[in-house]
């Protein structure tokens, strides 16, 4: 085996040097030195070329993002990083055929389903939101959103170090969405979303909103909390209409970085919209080239 297969980006080095706050920051609750971050990656790496039924990214600030979210752990990191490349083997509707500039995609980011805001929060956090009722369940499959989602999310701790350190603070607007949205919502489907939100991805959710919820989605909440680990049920949240509209789901979001329609004055949810589009399509060969990496089938 090569090591190409284990990524072909393992000469680059760790060149993203974090400001003194942060170091403070990851020192407190990361666990993190320079000592132990060198050896983490250090360690990782050895592991990685181990295991050759893995094909793996090998840059350090790739591995950086697991080995933080996983505070040092070494034995955790190296079994959120294998549940990650297994997903990847295991849902291709999900994680294959990630061109940004396929109809389905195009479609997908023009209509705004997922949001970056352009700044961080107070906290240091990223914010995504995710405008469900723009997807059309009779003409849009559940599985293309959920790609986009996930390609939005690799693009956005590609060169960031903010989602592994502070985290992401994700909001799902629920306004417009039908009982025929929530019967998409099949068990395996929610398993599958909250195995990677909590088991997979190396990127710290700091909390999860819904808003804007009709009386009715209580039953689908109930489906995703089932799958959850007791830390993470703490970090999500309901919001009714009424709630939204006092914009109490955003307390601890600063006006400045909201869009006019969410209560701020960071623009419009349009120039979202193009904002995030721009940023996934000018990653289109990087996504494309990810594709290849993920636990090896030996069948």
Same mark, same amino acid.
Request: contains cysteine; hydrophobic residues 35%.
């Given at each position: 085996?090569?090591?190409?297969?284990?990524?072909d980006d393992?000469d680059?080095?760790?060149?993203?040097?974090?400001a003194?706050?942060? #170091?403070?920051? %990851?020192?407190?609750?990361?666990?993190e030195?320079?000592?132990?971050?060198e050896?983490?990656?250090a360690?990782?790496?050895?592991?990685?070329?181990?295991n050759d039924?893995?094909?793996a990214r090998?840059?350090?600030f790739?591995?950086?993002?697991?080995?933080?979210?996983c505070k040092?752990?070494l034995? #955790?990191?190296?079994?959120?990083m294998?549940?990650?490349?297994?997903?990847?083997?295991?849902?291709?509707?999900w994680?294959?055929?990630?061109?940004?500039?396929?109809?389905?995609?195009?479609?997908?980011l023009n209509?705004g389903? !997922?949001?970056?805001?352009? #700044?961080?929060?107070?906290?240091?956090?990223? %914010?995504l939101i995710?405008r469900q009722?723009?997807?059309?369940?009779d &003409?849009?499959k559940?599985?293309d %959103?959920? &790609? !986009?989602?996930l390609?939005?999310?690799?693009?956005?701790?590609?060169d960031?170090?903010?989602?592994?350190?502070?985290?992401?603070?994700?909001?799902i607007?629920?306004?417009g969405?039908t009982?025929r949205?929530?019967?998409?919502?099949?068990?395996?489907i929610?398993?599958?979303? +909250?195995?990677?939100?909590q088991?997979?991805?190396p990127?710290?959710?700091?909390?999860?909103?819904f808003?804007?919820?009709?009386?009715?989605?209580h039953?689908? +909440?109930?489906?995703?909390?089932?799958?959850?680990?007791?830390?993470?049920?703490q970090r999500?949240?309901v919001?009714?209409r009424?709630?939204?509209v006092m914009h109490?789901y955003?307390k601890?979001?600063? %006006?400045n970085?909201?869009? !006019?329609?969410y209560?701020?004055?960071?623009g419009?949810?349009?120039e979202?919209i193009?904002?995030?589009?721009?940023?996934?399509?000018?990653?289109?060969?990087?996504?494309?080239?990810?594709? #290849?990496?993920?636990?090896?089938?030996?069948?």
């Amino acid at each position: 085996m090569t090591d190409l297969q284990h990524g072909d980006d393992s000469d680059k080095q760790y060149q993203y040097e974090l400001a003194s706050e942060n #170091k403070e920051y %990851v020192a407190a609750h990361l666990n993190e030195t320079d000592e132990i971050r060198e050896n983490g990656i250090a360690e990782m790496k050895r592991w990685i070329k181990k295991n050759d039924d893995l094909c793996a990214r090998t840059d350090d600030f790739f591995i950086l993002h697991f080995l933080r979210v996983c505070k040092f752990n070494l034995e #955790k990191t190296k079994t959120r990083m294998r549940k990650y490349y297994k997903q990847r083997l295991d849902l291709p509707e999900w994680f294959a055929n990630k061109n940004p500039f396929q109809p389905e995609m195009q479609e997908l980011l023009n209509l705004g389903i !997922i949001l970056f805001l352009s #700044k961080q929060d107070d906290q240091g956090r990223m %914010v995504l939101i995710i405008r469900q009722k723009q997807n059309n369940p009779d &003409k849009q499959k559940l599985s293309d %959103v959920i &790609k !986009i989602s996930l390609m939005a999310m690799d693009v956005m701790m590609k060169d960031r170090v903010a989602p592994s350190l502070y985290g992401l603070a994700l909001f799902i607007d629920l306004d417009g969405v039908t009982a025929r949205h929530l019967m998409q919502l099949r068990p395996h489907i929610v398993m599958n979303i +909250v195995h990677s939100w909590q088991g997979c991805y190396p990127i710290r959710l700091r909390s999860i909103n819904f808003i804007n919820a009709p009386k009715y989605v209580h039953i689908g +909440v109930a489906i995703f909390k089932s799958f959850m680990n007791e830390k993470m049920r703490q970090r999500l949240h309901v919001y009714s209409r009424d709630e939204t509209v006092m914009h109490k789901y955003f307390k601890d979001i600063p %006006v400045n970085i909201r869009p !006019i329609e969410y209560g701020g004055t960071n623009g419009t949810v349009q120039e979202m919209i193009e904002y995030t589009k721009k940023l996934v399509e000018e990653n289109r060969d990087w996504l494309i080239d990810s594709e #290849k990496y993920k636990v090896i089938s030996k069948q």
